[in-house]
Structure formats: structure tokens, C-alpha cells
């Protein structure tokens, strides 16, 4: 499968803390988003880092990416009640970079 | 319209129906993808549209499933003969380059086979 693999499977905070999520992958990439996603209907997209990227902010997130060991983390700091949700890595590959992949996701919950 | 839309929101079916899943993408939007989420599951990739190349139909779980798209616009994923096992959200995207940038989701459908 060409599918990322997150860890953890479900993770649990206080609002205030930090929450780490971890995605690795199998194959070369050319570049590798965070999407979240709320009751389980659409994903919003949060970041997209580029393979020749290590590193991205966006607000309250910070992305890493480590192409040699295949695996990317996301940070969210100060978590909020809102934060709540599940959060999926996708890799693009393929001859032209255009197959999204998601992988299995990590639910995040933050209490308040 | 300012997202993508996909009908019906709610599908319920008898087993061995045949069902017709809509996506309206984001206009200009080139690249469209279907995937399906079983509950409590990530995404699986089903069919990948580029404006007018052959799609990437390698998702695809069997033959009872298919996908047309026409140029840049509506798509439309088909299930023959439907079966318990294919109850699930299936959620489209759509993007203006494929997979270098961000993918836009619509709300899914979610279908019930009974």
C-alpha cells in the first residue's frame, strides 16, 4: 500500500498542551498535506510541505518532513476544544505527482 | 458554486440496486478524485480525473464500480449490484493541479445498503 501510516491511532490532551501526530510512507513523494477532518464528512486542508521542505508553520501548527526516514510530524500547540477531530497525512506520488493517497489518521481529542 | 457539492447528502438502497453518486467541483478545478471511508476509517482512493487524460482507476475495488467524468466538470460514480460491503461515506475532491496542491472535499455521501 502506498498509504502513509499515522501514529497515534487516537490520541487524548487537555486543552492548553501540545498534541504530536506522526505520518510515515512508504515511496517517494512529491510533497505530503495535513487535512483535518470534523464528524466525519469533508476534510479541510491544513498545510502542504513540499519534499524539498523540512519544515512549515501555519498559525498554531508546525510541520516537519524528513525525507530520508519517510515520515512527517504535525504540532499543534496551546490545543483548543475545537481542535477535536481527525487528522490524516497524504502523500502525493506517482509519474506525475498527482495520486493523493490518505493514510489511516489519527483522532484527536482535547478537553477542556 | 463556491465549493464542491456532491447529491445525494444521505443514500439508502436494497442490496443488488444500482446507485449513482454526483460531484460538482469547484469550477476550473482540473483534477477530481473519489475516495470512499468506511466508518471509523481513512480514506481509500478510488478514481482520479485529469481534465482530459485517461483517469488513474486504480482504486477501484472491482468491476461493480465505475466513474465518468466529462471535461472539467460534473462526475458521476456508479455502483452495480450494491452490497452491504460498500456502505460507507464516499467523499469527492477536486484541485486545480492534481496532488501539488490542495485538495477541496465536499461533504460526501453517505450511502446505507440494506
Known amino acids: 500500500s502506498q498509504q502513509g501510516e499515522e501514529d497515534p491511532q487516537a490520541l487524548s490532551i487537555q486543552e492548553g498542551e501540545n498534541a504530536t501526530m506522526n505520518c510515515s510512507y512508504k515511496t517517494s513523494i512529491n510533497n505530503l498535506q495535513w487535512y483535518r477532518q470534523n464528524s466525519g464528512r469533508g476534510l479541510v486542508h491544513l498545510i502542504l510541505i513540499r519534499s524539498n521542505e523540512r519544515e512549515k508553520h501555519s498559525g498554531r501548527l508546525r510541520v516537519t518532513l524528513d525525507t530520508s526516514k519517510k515520515s512527517s510530524s504535525l504540532l499543534i500547540t496551546a490545543s483548543r476544544a475545537a481542535d477535536t477531530a481527525s487528522y490524516f497525512c497524504a502523500t502525493a506520488y506517482g509519474e506525475y505527482g498527482n495520486k493523493l493517497v490518505f493514510g489511516a489518521g489519527t483522532i484527536l481529542r482535547v478537553k477542556s | ?114
Open chain 2, 1 to 114: 458554486g463556491a465549493g464542491v457539492s456532491q447529491s445525494p447528502s444521505n443514500k439508502v438502497t436494497e442490496k443488488g440496486k444500482d446507485v449513482e453518486l454526483r460531484c460538482d467541483p469547484i469550477s476550473g478545478h482540473t483534477a477530481l478524485y473519489w475516495y470512499r471511508q468506511r466508518l471509523g476509517q481513512g480514506l481509500e482512493f478510488l478514481i482520479y480525473f485529469q481534465g482530459n487524460s485517461a483517469p488513474d482507476k486504480s482504486g477501484l475495488p472491482s468491476d461493480r464500480f465505475s466513474a465518468e467524468r466529462t471535461g472539467e466538470s460534473v462526475s458521476t460514480l456508479t455502483i452495480q449490484r450494491t452490497q452491504q460491503e460498500d456502505s460507507a461515506v464516499y467523499l469527492c475532491a477536486s484541485s486545480t493541479q492534481g496532488a501539488v496542491t490542495e485538495a477541496f472535499f465536499g461533504q460526501g455521501t453517505r450511502l446505507t445498503v440494506v
